[in-house]
C-alpha cells in the first residue's frame, strides 16, 4: 500500500504560479500511474491531470492544458504539478492520488473511481 502526501499549496495572486508536490511512502511510485484532482466547495472532484507510471504519457482537463503541467521523479517518489497563469477559479483543495491501472488504453484516468489511493489534498487559493 502507498500513502500519498501533498504540498505545496498557499494563497497566490491570480496570474501567479504554484508548484504542488506529492511525495509517496510505503512503496515505490514507479508502480502507479498518477493523477491530479481538485475540489472547490461544494463542487465534485475535478480531473486536472495524469501521468503514467514512466512519465511517458499525460493527459490534462481541457481548462488546464497550457497552463498545467504534471511531471514525476521516481527515484525521489514524487510526482508533481505545475500551475502557471492561475485564475481565482483555480481555487481548490488539490489531491494527489495514485493507481495501478493502465489508464491509457481507452482513457479512463479522468473518474476518481480509476484511482485506489489518495493524498489528504493541499488547499490552493488565488485571489483576484
Known amino acids: 500500500q502507498v500513502q500519498l502526501v501533498e504540498s505545496g499549496g498557499g494563497l497566490v495572486q491570480a496570474g501567479g504560479s504554484l508548484r504542488l508536490s506529492c511525495v509517496a511512502s510505503?512503496?515505490?511510485?514507479?508502480?502507479?500511474?498518477m493523477g491530479w484532482f481538485r475540489q472547490a466547495p461544494g463542487k465534485e472532484r475535478e480531473f486536472v491531470a495524469a501521468?503514467?507510471?514512466?512519465?511517458?504519457?499525460?493527459y490534462y482537463a481541457d481548462s488546464m492544458k497550457g497552463r498545467f503541467t504534471i511531471s514525476r521523479d521516481n527515484a525521489k517518489n514524487a510526482a508533481f504539478l505545475r500551475m502557471n497563469s492561475l485564475k481565482p477559479e483555480d481555487t481548490a483543495v488539490y489531491y494527489c492520488?495514485?493507481?495501478?491501472?493502465?489508464?491509457?488504453?481507452?482513457?479512463?484516468?479522468?473518474?476518481?473511481?480509476?484511482?485506489?489511493?489518495w493524498g489528504p489534498g493541499t488547499q490552493v487559493t488565488v485571489s483576484s
Open positions: 501521468i503514467s507510471k514512466s512519465g511517458g504519457s499525460s
Open positions: 510505503g512503496r515505490s511510485l514507479s508502480s502507479y500511474a
Open positions: 492520488a495514485a493507481t495501478t491501472l493502465n489508464l491509457w488504453d481507452n482513457w479512463s484516468g479522468s473518474s476518481p473511481s480509476r484511482y485506489d489511493y
